[in-house]
């Protein structure tokens, strides 16, 4: 079985929550994927960084990161898996407002400021959560090549939308929740 089959089977075993549920957006459902299931797990962890290299190889980018808390094992494993591979990858973390004091950063790690950067996301129904991130990233005057989700819950539209390049590792059809 490669990565990505593996991936899948994690997710589906570890990750697929049913049971009425509020939504980030304030939307109910009645299934829940929850990928900090995943993403902080020892055995699936791994396989997220190196499923997420791949889907976003031809997306030429040297930092990753997004909007915390979700974003945030997602970019690591990715740092991580890319230096498995020779490549030097940053990460970082969008805050979901700024900090007070200390230095008084939104977004936290290596610098963004010219760089080009993915921002990423374990799962997106909206989009509401990586565009905050992206316009977050464009303030602090970062280039961003493209948005990546480990699963997409429907936001493929409203991403393609602000025109950026959009990967998915695994769409519902994929988790056969559609
Ligand atoms: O596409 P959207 O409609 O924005 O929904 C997806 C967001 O919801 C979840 O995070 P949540 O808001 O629950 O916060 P957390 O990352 O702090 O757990 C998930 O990690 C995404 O960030
Ligand atoms: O829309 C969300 O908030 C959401 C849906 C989902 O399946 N998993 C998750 O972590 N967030």
Do not use: C, N
Request: charged content about 25%; overall charge negative; aromatic content about 4%.
């Amino acid at each position: 079985m490669d990565e990505r089959a593996k991936l899948l089977d994690e997710i589906k075993k570890k990750g697929v929550v049913h049971g009425r549920v509020v939504l980030s957006s304030g939307r109910e459902a009645d299934w829940y994927v929850d990928l900090r299931r995943i993403t902080l797990d020892g055995v699936a962890a791994p396989l997220v960084g190196q499923v997420m290299l791949d889907v976003t190889e031809d997306l030429g980018y040297d930092a990753v990161g997004g909007l915390t808390l979700g974003a945030d094992p997602v970019a690591t494993a990715m740092l991580h898996a890319a230096a498995a591979r020779g490549r030097h990858l940053d990460a970082f973390v969008v805050r979901k407002a700024g900090k007070a004091h200390g230095l008084q950063r939104r977004i936290e790690g290596p610098d963004v400021a010219g760089r080009r950067v993915l921002a990423v996301e374990d799962t997106s129904t909206t989009g509401g959560s990586v565009l905050t991130a992206v316009e977050a990233l464009r303030e602090a005057g970062a280039e961003i090549v493209g948005v990546a989700t480990i699963v997409d819950r429907g936001a493929a539209a409203a991403i393609e939308a602000t025109g950026l390049p959009y990967r998915t590792a695994y769409t519902l059809t994929d988790l056969g929740l559609d």
